[in-house]
């Protein structure tokens, strides 16, 4: 990203035609021996310029701010993957499946075939530095937020009957998870980057393999996630992510652009 980011700042510099030309006179008009030294203290002047041009862009590419979009799998496998721009990748997380075929009776008795459909959860998640809050906003699935630090908080029980304490937790869950089509996630630094995590689920895509009839994992709807990063200094970062799914059932992530 640095590099290329460095070579479009760099391409964008437009040198001074006059300042060329003129230059270009001066030295056809003197000999190389009779003025060696002021051409030489010339080149070494133009060196330190471009010098201090390209210091000055590596700086304000140091201080840009910047982020990665990540995706990580609920398995446990501890597996996370950089996803990149211009390029389509397969994700760790994501796959969904269609299992055993089965039948309810609705209020006339009729039956209403189904499938169970498998999905292996996983989601997304940012890797930066200064940054004080992401917003992710999907288009058609949903997200899950879990606080582990206030749900933490929220099972130093003062007491030790376990029903009650299900019964409280369970009653104050809100404070602590958050589901919706778009969740705001604070840094905190006892979880660092971890604050950022987000589960996704499509419930549209899974109520679509469930129906009963022929389904093509490639052909769901596709899901539009916009990711708006705030930093601690003020500026404001958005990405658009894509995920699909192929012929396979694999869930597919691209970076896109608006």
């Not at 189904?114 to 058609?140: A, H």
């Not at 840094?187 to 996704?200: A, I, P, R, T």
């Not at 129906?211 to 404001?236: M, Q, R, W």
Request: proline share 3%; glycine share 8%; charged share 25%.
């Amino acid at each position: 990203m640095f590099r290329k980011e460095y070579k479009k700042d760099f391409n964008t510099v437009t040198p001074d035609i006059n300042l060329i030309e003129k230059t270009k006179q001066k030295l056809n008009n003197n000999t190389a021996k009779k003025h060696s030294g002021i051409q030489k203290r010339f080149v070494a002047a133009a060196v330190a310029i471009c010098f201090l041009i390209g210091v000055g862009f590596m700086t304000s590419n140091l201080n840009k701010p910047a982020f990665a979009i990540v995706a990580f799998a609920d398995d446990g496998g501890g597996q996370i993957i950089n996803i990149e721009g211009n390029t389509q990748v397969i994700l760790p997380f994501g796959k969904i499946s269609r299992g055993d075929r089965h039948f309810y009776l609705d209020e006339t008795g009729e039956k209403i075939y189904t499938y169970d459909v498998g999905f292996d959860s996983g989601g997304i998640s940012i890797k930066g530095k200064n940054i004080s809050s992401v917003k992710y906003i999907s288009d058609l699935g949903e997200f899950t937020f879990f606080n582990s630090i206030a749900a933490k908080q929220m099972n130093q029980p003062e007491q030790n009957e376990n029903q009650k304490l299900k019964i409280h937790v369970l009653e104050d869950s809100s404070s602590f998870v958050k589901v919706g089509k778009e969740i705001i996630a604070n840094f905190q630094g006892e979880l660092g980057e971890k604050s950022f995590d987000v589960n996704w689920f499509p419930w549209y895509a899974i109520d679509i393999v469930s129906e009963d009839g022929p389904v093509s994992f490639a052909d769901l709807p596709s899901d539009n996630i916009t990711i708006e990063v705030h930093f601690k200094d003020g500026k404001i970062i958005t990405k658009h992510l894509k995920l699909s799914f192929n012929n396979d059932g694999n869930l597919i992530a691209e970076i896109i652009t608006k």
